[in-house]
């Protein structure tokens, strides 16, 4: 940790990735990708105004660290405006119309960058992880308590007309299916989310409260949490296939909590949905920044736009 006798990089900003069950802050050398110090609290799913709170005291404690004020991302587990200085829907944070950008700019001074969480982690893994060097089209899905992805065109990542480009934990696994957060039904996150997940292990008698239990379970063997296991992969490997599909990638990039741990799994299960001349050529790589990839591509993004 820096104190007072160490020296601050001149190139810092600070990155903060609010998912739907915790929060991250990292205050960022975004030369090197180094973590000069880092901060986590829970995300206040439901209350607005105490997120907002709880963000200002860890923003003024890395800012107190830096020395100086410094530039700010936010990258926010929401669907956002076209302009991105309001969370407009988040399901998982149950944050609506959210102004987060200008009341933190109220509060802290400073102009904030605001993205989507895991279009903030795709930034991430772009600048400094697994898709480093991606000149053309690629792809991301972070499979967690929620699902999101982006996607990369030209080495860039799409933002789209309405700031929902590669929100694929929104497409439609089952018309007229499961309600789902956003407003929609028959979503996938309402099938497979993490959420949903820990939802369907109570209501099938699964012991454990979160979905590394049910992991954990499945890999001894036990034939509830198996089952389970295996139709949420089933359908994730549906979906990324489709994905390859659609947009004919370099490389997926896997993250989140579950796709880091069934990685290898989820490799299987992709395999029947590809193209035959697809198989063996897609690039399906892990999340290279693994938890820091939200917040290392939000201090990205605030320093490209200071």
Known sequence: MPTSAKKVPETLAIGCDVGGTSTRLALVDTDTGRIVEARRHPSQAGDYRAG???????????????????????????????????????????????????????????????????????????????????????????????????????????????????????????????????????????????????????????????????????????????????????IMGQHVGNLATLIDPEAIVIGGSIGLTAFSALQQAVRPHLLVVRRGKLRLVRAALGDNSGVLGAAALASAQA
């Open 52 to 234: 907002l709170a709880a963000l200002v005291v860890d923003l003024y404690a890395l800012r107190k660290v830096a020395r100086r004020k410094v530039p700010i991302g936010i990258a926010i587990a929401a669907q956002l405006d076209p302009l991105r200085r309001k969370a407009l829907v988040s399901p998982n944070l149950q944050w609506w119309n959210a102004p987060i950008a200008d009341d933190l700019e109220a509060a802290l001074g400073g102009v904030i960058a605001i993205e989507n969480d895991v279009r903030g982690a795709a930034h991430g893994e772009l600048r400094f992880g697994a898709l480093r060097g991606v000149t053309g089209t690629a792809a991301s899905v972070f499979w967690g308590s929620g699902i999101g992805g982006a996607v990369i065109a030209c080495g860039q990542v799409q933002a789209g007309s309405l700031s929902i480009a590669g929100e694929v934990g929104h497409m439609t696994y089952e018309a007229g299916g499961i309600a789902c957060g956003c407003g929609k039904r028959g979503c996938y996150e309402a099938y497979i989310g993490g959420h949903a997940l820990t939802r369907r292990m109570r209501r099938r008698g699964i012991e454990g409260r979160t979905t590394r239990d049910l992991f954990t379970a499945a890999r001894r063997g036990e034939r509830k949490a198996k089952k389970l296991v295996d139709e949420a992969l089933a």
